[in-house]
């Protein structure tokens, strides 16, 4: 009797170290598979080092000035395609209208986030889709591109590729950063921070780019630039 418990304890023990080891498998697996930024993105909302979710620039109440004006794009009829790069956990444009005839394509590096927008606000002319690395969407263009607060997030090669590589395939973009009068467009590492001036060095000349307007969130300046592609 003694001898079939032993036996029953050992074969639990084993069918849980056997669980432990495929589930770290499965982990390395994921992390090998990711890129940098996207481990560096999915840690900042697995750890909730903004304070949970996308952090407070993304709360309605710290953008009135920001969603005041995209409402404005969003209604506009020359966008019928948008593309929200960084689109987080939504909680800015849940607020907004995106009217049905047009189409929105929200993308984000972390998956659950992905998951999440999806459950909750999918619909025929609003999806979210997963990209590992920002030259996944090399080959995407819209008639407006929204960047809300991810820039300043990226380094400067990422930025300049961004501005190189990405924006040109967009007709208008409204782009949307932390900015100061003194801002040195230090570099850092993926999902770390610090306010930026696009129009500055290091960062690739832009034709096109325009200082919309500044507004104060949360203690901070936030800067509205419009893109509008000179070859449309």
């Keep these: 009797m003694n001898q079939i418990k032993w036996l ?10 056997c669980c432990i080891f495929i589930s ?3 982990i390395l697996t994921c992390e090998k598979n990711s890129s940098p930024e996207q481990v560096a993105f999915k840690k900042v909302y697995d750890e909730k080092k903004w304070g949970g979710g996308s952090g407070i620039g993304s709360w309605p109440e710290n953008a009135g000035p920001y969603l005041t004006l995209l409402q404005e794009y969003l209604n506009d009829p020359k966008y019928q395609t948008i593309v929200d790069l960084g689109c987080g956990d939504w909680r800015l444009m849940e607020t907004m209208i995106i ?8 993308y984000d590096l972390v998956p659950s986030l992905i998951e999440q927008n999806t459950k909750k606000y999918s619909k025929k002319n609003v999806k979210f889709i997963m990209i590992k690395q920002l030259s996944d969407i090399r080959n995407v263009s819209a008639d407006l591109l929204i960047v809300k607060d991810v820039l300043h997030h990226w380094p400067i090669a990422h930025i300049n590729y ?19 009068l ?7 590492n993926f999902a770390e921070f610090r306010p ?7 960062f690739v000349p832009v034709i096109g780019l325009q200082v ?15 893109y509008k592609n000179p070859a449309d």
């Design 196 to 202: 930026i001036n696009l129009q500055k060095e290091p």
């Design 99 to 106: 009217p049905e005839e047009k189409n929105y394509l929200g």
């Design 8 to 17: 029953s304890l050992r074969y639990q023990f084993l069918t849980l170290v």
């Design 212 to 226: 919309l307007f500044d507004y104060p969130s949360h203690g901070i300046i936030k800067r509205v630039y419009l």
């Design 162 to 180: 961004f501005l190189k590589e990405i924006l040109p395939n967009y007709r208008y973009a409204l782009i949307t950063n932390d900015y100061n």
């Design 24 to 26: 770290l498998c499965f």
């Design 182 to 188: 003194f801002a040195l467009n230090q570099d850092i």
